[in-house]
């Protein structure tokens, strides 16, 4: 037995013990969920590997720019993407000479309509935000160089990641 005087201080330490774990329990969980899914990464995911190659820690509407050589023409195309929590926004294609697989004029692509716009002999589609859940491509040779440049002015060489001919995605995580 024993008296409720002699079971009082057990109960009120183990008590005690109880609530401190609870609170860091709690604390715990609050800072993971307050750092983790608001967190957003862009990956590039190499398909021929099944591996993630490459991630960074991005923002929530920070601007992407790839640059590359189009393999016809030999001339610089740039694109332009937006990150969102739901993937990558198409926003710009920048271009001054035609060539496959480049636009002639406005686009309707899922739904949007690109704009047209010609500019000192140069060539911009607006893609107006247009969420892709990806951005597929083949990671082009030294010539054509796809090259991300991030809103702080990282450049990554995808070729530094990639093998020549891989099939990679560009892709938003969260966490």
């Known amino acids: 037995?024993?008296?409720?005087?002699?079971?009082a201080p057990r109960r009120l330490v183990a008590a005690a013990a109880l609530l401190?774990?609870?609170?860091?329990?709690v604390t715990w969980l609050v800072q993971s969920t307050a750092d983790g899914p608001d967190e957003l990464r862009l990956e590039v995911y190499d398909h021929s590997t099944q591996q993630t190659v490459h991630t960074r820690v991005v923002e929530p509407g920070e601007i992407v720019r790839m640059r590359h050589t189009h393999s016809v023409?030999?001339?610089?195309?740039?694109e332009t993407f937006s990150v969102t929590a739901d993937g990558v926004a198409m926003e710009?294609?920048?271009?001054?000479?035609?060539?496959?697989?480049?636009?002639?004029?406005?686009?309707?692509?899922?739904?949007?309509?690109?704009?047209?716009?010609?500019?000192?002999?140069a060539f911009r589609v607006l893609h107006h935000g247009r969420l892709l859940p990806t951005v597929p491509?083949?990671?082009?040779s030294p010539s054509v160089e796809h090259v991300l440049t991030f809103a702080d002015g990282t450049r990554l060489r995808l070729l530094d990641v990639a093998a020549p001919a891989?099939?990679?995605?560009?892709?938003?995580?969260?966490?």
């Open 137 to 140: 491509l083949r990671v082009g």
């Open 73 to 78: 023409t030999r001339r610089p195309v740039f």
């Open 166 to 175: 891989a099939y990679v995605e560009l892709r938003v995580t969260a966490g």
């Open 1 to 7: 037995g024993g008296t409720l005087r002699q079971w």
């Open 92 to 121: 710009e294609l920048w271009f001054d000479e035609f060539g496959p697989n480049l636009p002639a004029g406005p686009e309707d692509i899922g739904g949007t309509r690109t704009t047209f716009v010609i500019e000192n002999g």
């Open 20 to 25: 401190a774990a609870v609170t860091a329990g």
